[in-house]
Every structure is written in C-alpha cells, then in structure tokens.
C-alpha cells in the first residue's frame, strides 16, 4: 500500500490538529494503522494503533486523553485527531499500516512494512 500523511502544522499550545493517512494500492480495510513520530536525534516513537476493525485502540501514556485514532476503511483513510497540544508533541509524525494478526505488537515500528512520508507538527509554547 502506499500511504500519503498529511494535516500538519504549526498552532500554540492548546490547540489542534488531525493528521490524515490516506491509502492506495491495497485493500485498507484489512490493515492496522499506527502514528508514530519522531524528532532529530532520537529514535521514532509510537503515538497510537488502531485494528484492523476498529476494535481495539492504543496510546502511548504521553497522548492518552488527548489523541484520538480512527479509520475509515469506505474513504482508505486513517485519522488522529490530537487535541490540548504541547510543545513536546513537536515532530514529524509518520502514519503505518500493515497486517497485524497480535496487537500487543502493534506499538512496534518493525512491525510495519508500509509507511507515510511524515507530516510535521510544531507546537509552540
């Protein structure tokens, strides 16, 4: 699948984004999507997963009651909407998706063999 991410941008603290992950090539409704992101310097961090059906969702302990996954498997597209920024939320965040038959792997990077080009987001104090 190819995967395009997009929705970033600059706000102030506080405030708002979704990012969207919008799929091509394969049938989306089959996979998992995960946010990850990643800063200069350090390695790519997990943010969030979703099943395959939208049973199940994950959130690294930083985003939890801020960030909300999704996907719309009729529009192949994947969302997180993130909500209350802050500045350590600055990255550029890199939407996946794949096949995952145990989601307790799904916060795994190696996990995923199809990736978005990375959107950045800064948030500012």
């Known amino acids: 699948a190819q995967l395009v991410g997009s929705g970033g941008g600059s706000v102030q603290a506080g405030g708002s984004l979704r990012l969207s992950c919008s799929a091509s090539g394969r049938p989306f409704g089959a996979y998992a999507v995960a946010w990850f992101r990643q800063v200069p310097g350090k390695e790519r961090e997990f943010v969030a997963s979703i099943s395959w059906n939208s049973d199940s969702t994950y959130y690294a302990d930083s985003v939890k009651g801020r960030f909300t996954i999704s996907k719309d498997n009729a529009k192949n597209t994947g969302y997180l909407q993130m909500n209350n920024l802050k500045p350590e939320d600055t990255g550029a965040y890199y939407c996946?998706?794949?096949?995952?038959?145990?989601?307790?792997?799904?916060?795994?990077?190696?996990?995923?063999?199809?990736w978005g080009q990375g959107t950045q987001v800064t948030v500012s104090s």
């Open positions: 996946a998706a794949d096949i995952i038959n145990d989601m307790n792997y799904s916060d795994r990077a190696r996990s995923y063999d199809y």
